[in-house]
């Protein structure tokens, strides 16, 4: 092999190295998030009020933070095999009624219908609030230095 060649795969598996870790780090960050906002979820509920979609955060490989709007959301579970819900650019709710219902509704992700298992409501005026408290203290600790 010449050197132009091992040249070559050596920057292709530094290029893979570094991607895997880049996702490697979203993960940790999604679980991070995962645990914060489980924090401010409720029981599971079987079905929801549900009007429109308005927002989401993928939290993990198979748990979203689902906005219905600004101040209305749900930690929603769906089931394991929608490996694209950490990268969605979007997503859609398949739903029949003006529910979301845990069992019979899913979410639409990468052309996949993926069923919704759980649906927690997520109070979402303490979960800011926390979230201001976190950014305050961190910016006071960076002032302090």
Request: aromatic content about 6%.
């Amino acid at each position: 092999m010449n050197l132009k060649w091992t040249l070559l795969l050596i920057a292709a598996v530094a290029s893979n190295a570094g991607a895997q870790d880049r996702a490697s780090e979203r993960m940790s960050k999604m679980e991070q998030r995962h645990a914060f906002v489980t924090r401010f979820a409720g029981e599971p509920k079987s079905s929801v009020a549900f009007a429109r979609s308005y927002d989401f955060e993928p939290l993990g490989r198979h748990t979203v933070l689902l906005y219905e709007s600004m101040n209305r959301a749900y930690l929603v579970e769906i089931e394991d095999f929608c490996p694209d819900l950490p990268t969605a650019m979007a997503i859609g709710v398949e739903n029949q009624t003006s529910r979301l219902s845990a069992k019979f509704d899913a979410l639409r992700i990468g052309g996949r219908s993926c069923q919704i298992l759980e649906i927690r409501p997520v109070d979402v005026k303490a979960m800011k609030a926390a979230q201001k408290s976190q950014r305050e203290a961190a910016k006071a600790a960076k002032t302090s230095d």
